[in-house]
Each structure stands twice: as C-alpha cells, then as structure tokens.
C-alpha cells in the first residue's frame, strides 16, 4: 500500500551484524594460529638442520649420534663414525667405517670396512618382501631397493639368525657390490644384512649393511676361507653385540 512504512527490526540487524562480526574473528583467530604454527615449524626446521650441521661438522656430535642410533655404549675396535642422522618421523641412519677422520673431522670415504644401518618408516608395505628374503624363500632384493640400499647380490654364502632378548635378527652374507650416495663411494667384497626385529610396533624397517674385504683364496683351494670374516656365524654375533638397534 502506498505510504505505508514498515516498522525497523533492529534484533535482526544485530544479528547480522553480530554474524559478520564473529566471521571475521574467527577468519583472525584462523590467520594467527596459521601464522605460529609456521612460525614453529620454521623454528623446527631451523633447529633440525642446524644440528645435522653439526653432526656433519663436529667429530664429537658426529661420534654421539652413531652411538644414539645404534643404541651402543662404544664402537666396536677399528670402528669410527661415519654419519649419523635423523629425520623425525621417517629414518634414523647411521655408517661405520674402518677409515678415522682426517684433521678436518671429515671421512674420507667408506674404506674396507664397516656398517650402514637404517630404520625406515614403512610406507610402502615392504616388510613380507623383506621377510621373504631373509628367510631364504626368494634371492630378490627389490625389498631392499625399496628401502634405499643400492647393491648388487652375487652368490649367496651364509645366513643365520641370531636371538635376543629384543627380538631376533635374520642374517645372510653374500658376495656383491654395494653403492652408497651418501659415503659417494662403492664397496666390493663380501656384504652381511641384517633385518633386526624389535619389540615395539612403529611399522619401520630396521635394516643393516656389514661390509668387509673378501678373503684370500688359500693355495690349492677353490674357495676362500670364510672363517673370521664377516660371513662367519661366530663374527656376526659378537659384532651386532656391540648395538642395540631397538629404541629402549
């Protein structure tokens, strides 16, 4: 009807408003938390990559974060720390070799010699391959590509397996050739893995590379001695002796 005014809700006006108000405080409240978060994982981040310097860097942080990650008390004789590492979450990593540190601190290759151990998130559901090869029902090692170690098997020449109170821990040596990007350098000789069990259920691999010379073939032998080198059932227990391997 014309002239007829129609009376000011004002109730519904402070709703609307009110509404648009919270929006926007909340849209505020969103943007800060976002904007901490960030700041705390950059700090995070800062922090993790300044230690991993430092462990590169530094013998003495260097030495402590192999111990860490192996769970050991002390290296085993002729032993020095190569790298050890964390990434939280996904890999513990640590190397061993035969070869001390020059007088920069650094190593200067993976020498004759020595160790690689990894405990790997499992991600990709790779633990039945792996369970299969080291229990001697396959020779493939594509498990092991899988979980980042480049090597090429050649014949096989020992297995075993080791119980502990943690768990027990498959073995078997071959002869091959073992690559490692991170040492930039290659090794030729006899290689031992490990797969070791532990008990808590973190779905991660933990997975071990023994790497030695191969021994001289006797005189009048066909074959090299195995007796006393990394092949030997009684050296592969007194060696993973020396590690704990499980987080306590």
Request: aromatic residues 8%; hydrophobic residues 40%.
């Amino acid at each position: 009807m014309e002239g007829r005014a129609f009376p000011y809700n004002g109730a519904m006006a402070d709703n609307q408003k009110s509404g648009f108000h919270y929006l926007g405080v909340g849209c505020l409240i969103a943007g800060v938390v976002i904007v901490l978060v960030g700041a705390v994982l950059g700090v995070s981040c800062y922090q993790w990559v300044q230690g991993v310097k430092d462990t590169m860097e530094n013998p003495a942080s260097r030495h402590d974060k192999v111990l860490d990650v192996l769970g050991a008390e002390e290296l085993p004789d002729g032993y020095y720390p190569m790298l050890g590492i964390s990434v939280p979450f996904l890999m513990d990593m640590a190397m061993l070799t035969d070869r001390p540190a020059d007088e920069d601190g650094e190593v200067p290759d993976l020498g004759a010699k020595g160790l690689i151990f990894m405990s790997i998130r499992d991600i990709g559901g790779d633990r039945e391959e792996l369970d299969d090869f080291f229990n001697g029902r396959t020779d493939d090692a594509e498990a092991l590509s899988k979980n980042n170690i480049n090597i090429d098997l050649e014949e096989r020449l020992a297995a075993g397996r080791i119980e502990r109170s943690t768990g027990p821990i498959l073995w078997v040596s071959h002869r091959g050739e073992m690559r490692s990007d991170d040492a930039h350098g290659r090794h030729d000789g006899l290689v031992t893995l490990l797969q070791i069990t532990c008990p808590v259920e973190d779905k991660r691999n933990r997975l071990g590379i023994w790497f030695g010379p191969e021994p001289e073939i006797p005189e009048g032998e066909d074959e090299p001695m195995l007796a006393g080198t990394i092949a030997d059932p009684t050296e592969v227990a007194a060696f993973v002796g020396h590690f704990r391997f499980c987080p306590e």
